[in-house]
């Protein structure tokens, strides 16, 4: 398959942050092998958005803020229920900072999400109740963008929930899956697999696209 870009296209480029990296908090792996790719990817669209994960202290989704041990620990949230993670991204930190090897200076908008003390956000478009938007979607309808290519981290986490939001509201969505990387808890990549092919999450590699 090979696609051509269109002006209405939009490369979503989902929280390339040191803290996801190698030697970070929360670090996936080979998540920085994804960084070169990324950048040449990147070149090619006229229209890029970056996101951050940006927590305050005592998030919760935090691990520490329940006083229970990250990844395999959960709790009950009034949106659902909650994976708890090692402290991340904490906002103004060097760990929520994007790797300074992402080289996208045409980007035109960083979208900071979960924020908010109570509720955790793995999607770009809605928080975790999946109902209180981000605001991406109205920027992107704002400007006339239709057709949505996201790559980052992480596949089974952030960078998945943000193309099933997108689905849901309208959006043609491809995901770059060679210019992503999963964290692969327990069933994760399966149940993000079989939910993209329910909802037309169309999976693709970046040599499918050229200019």
Not at 62 to 86: I, M, N, R
Not at 150 to 170: H, M, P, Q
Request: overall charge negative.
């Amino acid at each position: 398959m090979s696609l051509s870009l269109r002006s209405t296209d939009a490369l979503l480029v989902i929280d390339m942050q040191n803290d996801f990296l190698p030697g970070g908090a929360l670090a996936v792996k080979d998540g920085d092998a994804i960084i070169p790719g990324i950048n040449e990817l990147a070149a090619k669209f006229e229209h890029v958005i970056l996101t951050q994960d940006w927590h305050p202290r005592g998030h919760i989704s935090f691990a520490s803020t329940h006083g229970k041990q990250p990844f395999f620990s959960t709790v009950e949230a009034p949106y659902g229920t909650q994976t708890l993670w090692p402290d991340h991204c904490l906002q103004g930190s060097r760990g929520a900072e994007l790797h300074p090897g992402l080289d996208i200076p045409h980007a035109e908008l960083i979208l900071r999400k979960g924020f908010r003390q109570n509720i955790d956000s793995y999607s770009a478009f809605t928080e975790n109740d999946r109902t209180t938007p981000t605001g991406l979607a109205g920027y992107l309808r704002e400007r006339g963008l239709q057709r949505l290519f996201l790559t980052g981290l992480a596949y089974d986490f952030c960078v998945g929930y943000s193309a099933l939001a997108a689905v849901k509201l309208g959006f043609e969505v491809l995901v770059v899956e060679d210019l992503s990387r999963a964290v692969g808890l327990p069933g994760t990549i399966d149940a993000t697999n079989n939910a993209f092919a329910a909802q037309s999450v169309q999976r693709i590699t970046s040599s499918a696209l050229r200019d």
